[in-house]
């Protein structure tokens, strides 16, 4: 499954949190097999809560996590978004500038390994039971209370 990074203006915007809800929605439709992740969403803190490059700082991390960078929305005006984008390339993240490119070049983004995900997903339906007995036992015990 791929992980990829949406960079969206924000500039402490409502409207642009709006918008970029729309976008991930839509992408989601459109590639259910990937996973869209957006500081906007991820991030949840007044836009003016942290000086602005410690701020931008916490944006990055995010997008390195990721698999790919796809930029949306009027990035080109963005300083964020700018940032992002060299960011990206500095680190040699792939960057879509259109889901067009991205549904082209889907198959072609490598996938860095990671076996602590590839062993947990060998014995995913192990983990969904001990998942659900913890949360049965939890919900016995805050009866109790």
């Given at each position: 499954?791929?992980v ?32 869209f ?8 803190r ?100």
């Amino acid at each position: 499954m791929y992980v990829v990074y949406v960079s969206h203006p924000y500039g402490g915007k409502g409207t642009n949190r709006v918008l970029c809800d729309a976008a991930i929605k839509m992408l989601a439709r459109q590639l259910p097999e990937v996973t869209f992740v957006s500081a906007l969403h991820a991030i949840r803190r007044p836009y003016d809560a942290l000086i602005y490059k410690d701020g931008l700082k916490l944006c990055l991390e995010l997008e390195r996590a990721c698999d790919a960078v796809l930029m949306m929305g009027n990035w080109g005006g963005s300083v964020g978004c700018q940032t992002e984008l060299a960011f990206a390339y500095k680190i040699g993240t792939p960057v879509f500038k259109s889901i067009e490119k991205l549904k082209e070049r889907l198959d072609d983004i490598p996938l860095a390994p990671d076996t602590r995900k590839e062993n947990f997903y060998k014995e995913f339906d192990a983990h969904i039971a001990a998942a659900r007995e913890a949360v049965r036992r939890w919900n016995k015990k805050e009866r109790k209370k």
